[in-house]
Every structure is written in structure tokens, then in C-alpha cells.
């Protein structure tokens, strides 16, 4: 409806045009039922919270022709692992069924804070389950600082999927890691099984990817049916024939301390223990420090750290 509509409208018809068609938009409090008044609130905030996200944010790369702020409708149903139809949809307001995993991973793209999380659910009206934990998608300046002190040693925040939360500079300069790319490689699984094997800082390959993926496993059990996890693992199937390999292994093992030697075009081979630590506050979450296994490595260690000053 357009204001010349209501404009050059007379009389009880045109009122009746006007009220009609208010009520089919915004849901008038007279005509529509509570569903149909919180559709046009939900395509709004939705909306509002897309705008506020920026392609960086999500580690994409910013593209041209952007003719609004924020990401795109078809770019937060990528990063949701749910269609972009159907997303358009659940934005428009239409009267569609979303489960609380769906909107889980759309609340984690759109980066959405607790009371909004909150918020999302009571519009969609799915029920809110209060305490729920959600994928953390960053650290704490007090965790940052943890890691940042364990310099020279390599550290790193990890979240049960292995995005990458956090680094310090030790571990960037490890892996060559001066700031993501793109979104696939925020992921240290997707770098490990995508990279060419003579560029993949593991050295033993054959050993370490299968005790990673069955790690993964063993937390997928607690995903399974979220989109996030679902879209990770077949993405990764996809581009990987050695992941989609191991994964049908249906291998599980626990996170534990292990020593994995790593290859840099700098210093050559360098041999770590990695000790995987919780946070409180933050579940399925770890820091992943790495010590010298031996002198050697804590020579190449320092020579990388003084590369870097």
C-alpha cells in the first residue's frame, strides 16, 4: 500500500483499504493473532542484527558492490548451514516451523548476545531452555592475556569443532598465521586436510589427522542435528576424501597431551607437547599450549620469537 492510496481514498472503503492493509504488514492489534504480530517483529530484528555484522567479523572477505551494511541474507544462511529460502523466508516473517538448533546457529552468525539469543526464540516462539550454552565465538580480554603470557611457547583457544578463538604471537609465528583469510581457515581441521601435504606444518600427517578427527567425533555426539555442526562436517567431506575417510572410521578419543613435531620453512622440524587445558566459564572450550620437547625446539622456538622483535 502507498500513501497515494490512502491519499486519494474516501469514505469507509478507503478506511477499510487503509486498516486492511495496515493489518496485513505490521500485524494490527485488532485483526491478528499474537503469531501474526510477532512475524513482522521478527523479520525487523532480524534484519537489524544482520546489518550490524560485518563480512570481517566472520573472517569473510568484504567482496564488491555492497549496497548495504552487514552481510548478505544468502551469506548468513552459508554461515547457518541452512538454506538461503528458507532463511528469506524466517526474515520476511513468513509462518514457518524453525527448530532451536536452527535458530542456535543462526543466533551464532548473526553474534548474537544472550538476551537477544532470548529475544530470537520468544519471536520464533520456540521454546527458550534459560542456562542454555551456545558455540563461544570469542575470549575474554583475561583469557587473551593468559595465552599472550605463555609467550614464547605457542598457545591457542579452541572450541570443540577447532575454530580458532584465540592465538598468541608464538603460535602465529608457528603456523605462518598473520590473520585468517576466510572464513574456512578460522578452522584448524580445514587447513590440516586442505592444504597440499608438503605445505601442512604437521609432519606426521598419518597419525596426528585420524586421534584430531576422532576428537571431533567424540564431541559431534553431543551436535548431532545442528546445522552448524552438520554444514561443518559435510563441507569438510567434500573438500577432503581423506576426512570423509576417517570420519566413516567412527573413531573416538578424548583430548590429551601428546607431542606433535611440526615443520617451518624458517627453522625446520620443531618438536611440541601440547597440553590441552579447560575454561571455566567456557565449555567445550580449551587452551591448547605447547612446550619444547626437547633444546633443539627451544632454540627454534626463540629464533622464531626473535624473527618476529
Known amino acids: 500500500m502507498t500513501t497515494m492510496t490512502v491519499t486519494n481514498t474516501t469514505g469507509k472503503g478507503g478506511g477499510a483499504v487503509f486498516r486492511a492493509a495496515a493489518g496485513a504488514e505490521y500485524g494490527d492489534a485488532a485483526g491478528a493473532t499474537p503469531a501474526q504480530r510477532r512475524r513482522p517483529e521478527l523479520a525487523a530484528f532480524l534484519r537489524s542484527r544482520r546489518a550490524r555484522v560485518t563480512p570481517a567479523d566472520v573472517g569473510m572477505p568484504p567482496g564488491l558492490r555492497r549496497r548495504t551494511p552487514g552481510l548478505r541474507r544468502e551469506e548468513v544462511a552459508q554461515l547457518s548451514g541452512v538454506g538461503v529460502t528458507w532463511y528469506t523466508w524466517l526474515e520476511q516473517g513468513r509462518p514457518i516451523n524453525a527448530s532451536a538448533q536452527v535458530l542456535d546457529a543462526v543466533a551464532r552468525t548473526l553474534r548474537l548476545d544472550q538476551p537477544e539469543r532470548e529475544h530470537l526464540y520468544h519471536l520464533a516462539e520456540v521454546a527458550y531452555v534459560p542456562g542454555k550454552q551456545a ?6 580480554p583475561e583469557i587473551q592475556g593468559i595465552i599472550d603470557a605463555l609467550d614464547p611457547h605457542p598457545a591457542v583457544v579452541y572450541n570443540a569443532r577447532y575454530d580458532i578463538l584465540a592465538t598468541n604471537p608464538a603460535y602465529r ?14 578452522n584448524v581441521l580445514w587447513t590440516l586436510f586442505t592444504s597440499p601435504e608438503p605445505s ?11 586421534l584430531m578427527v576422532a576428537q571431533l567425533r567424540g564431541a559431534y555426539g553431543r551436535h548431532v542435528g545442528e546445522p552448524a555442526w552438520e554444514g561443518f562436517v559435510h563441507r569438510l567431506a567434500e573438500a577432503s576424501p581423506y576426512f570423509a575417510e576417517l570420519w566413516e572410521n567412527g573413531d573416538v578419543v578424548p583430548p590429551g597431551p601428546r607431542v606433535k613435531t611440526f615443520r617451518h620453512t624458517a627453522v625446520g622440524k620443531v618438536r611440541l607437547t601440547s597440553v590441552s587445558l579447560a575454561i571455566n566459564g567456557m565449555p567445550e572450550c580449551r587452551i591448547v599450549a605447547y612446550t619444547p620437547n626437547d633444546e633443539e625446539s627451544r632454540e627454534r622456538i626463540e629464533i622464531l620469537r626473535a624473527r618476529r622483535e
Request: charge should be negative; proline fraction near 6%.
Open 173 to 186: 609465528d608457528l603456523f605462518a598465521m598473520h590473520g585468517a583469510r576466510s572464513f574456512a581457515l578460522r
Open 135 to 140: 558455540d563461544v565465538e570469542c575470549v575474554s
Open 200 to 210: 601442512c606444518p604437521l609432519v606426521f600427517r598419518e597419525s596426528e589427522l585420524p
